[in-house]
T-cell receptor, first 113, second 116 residues
């Protein structure tokens, strides 16, 4: 089954404790991205990757890091999480970027206390 | 800055009625638009897309209309069912011009509630 898998689905952590949210897709898509979803602000892009070893900032990259060492994986790293990073996070992948359908993961609800 | 917005944040309809969800966009350079459906606890799910060289596209029970003159996008759902209840997002690709930078800009969403 074609899918984007994120882990964990739910995470509660403390300020400053590094964490990683994993994302994996099995569709051989070149393009992957991370979004955060907040009430009243919709979905905002954090980082995106057009291919292996190629990443770039989205609209709200501050406080986040990503890596793309393999085509299928695109982890989101929070080196020092803060409460304003409490949000619902989605990973997405598509064949070649924004002019093809993007498939979304189930989401990761992160709470930073 | 450029943005995608929605005219109506909530829409309530009766089962069997047709639903119309509207979206305004401001970037005239955008050339690809998508409608997504998001159910509670799930990620956005693709419904239908349209490119700027078209003004209408139909899917199964859904139709997207694009009016480039007034920069307006709409999603029509025929014979709306309770299972259609969700948040609907429009999104535009602002990495246009033949290259795929892949940045989708989303509207804030419209909540559709279908009453039996």
């Amino acid at each position: 089954e074609a899918q984007v898998t994120q882990n964990p689905r739910y995470l509660i952590t403390v300020t400053g404790k590094k964490l990683t949210v994993t994302c994996s897709q099995n569709m051989n898509h070149e393009y992957m991205s991370w979004y955060r979803q907040d009430p009243g602000l919709g979905l905002r892009q954090i980082y995106y990757s057009m291919n292996v070893e190629v990443t770039d900032k989205g609209d709200v990259p501050e406080g986040y890091k990503v890596s793309r060492k393999e085509k299928r994986n695109f982890p989101l790293i929070l080196e020092s999480p803060s409460p304003n990073q409490t949000s619902l996070y989605f990973c997405a992948s598509s064949f070649n970027g924004g002019d093809t359908e993007a498939f979304f993961g189930q989401g990761t609800r992160l709470t930073v206390v | 800055g450029e943005s995608v917005g929605l005219h109506l944040p909530t829409l309530s309809v009766q089962e069997g009625d047709n639903s119309i969800i509207n979206c305004a966009y401001s970037n005239s350079a955008s050339d690809y638009f998508i409608w997504y459906k998001q159910e509670s606890g799930k990620g956005p799910q693709f419904i239908i897309d349209i490119r700027s060289n078209m003004d209408k596209r139909q899917g199964q029970r859904v139709t997207v209309l694009l009016n480039k003159t007034v920069k307006h996008l709409s999603l029509q759902i025929a014979a709306t069912q309770p299972g259609d209840s969700a948040v609907y997002f429009c999104a535009e690709n602002i990495g246009a011009g033949g290259t795929s930078y892949g940045k989708l800009t989303f509207g804030q969403g419209t909540i559709l509630t279908v009453h039996p």
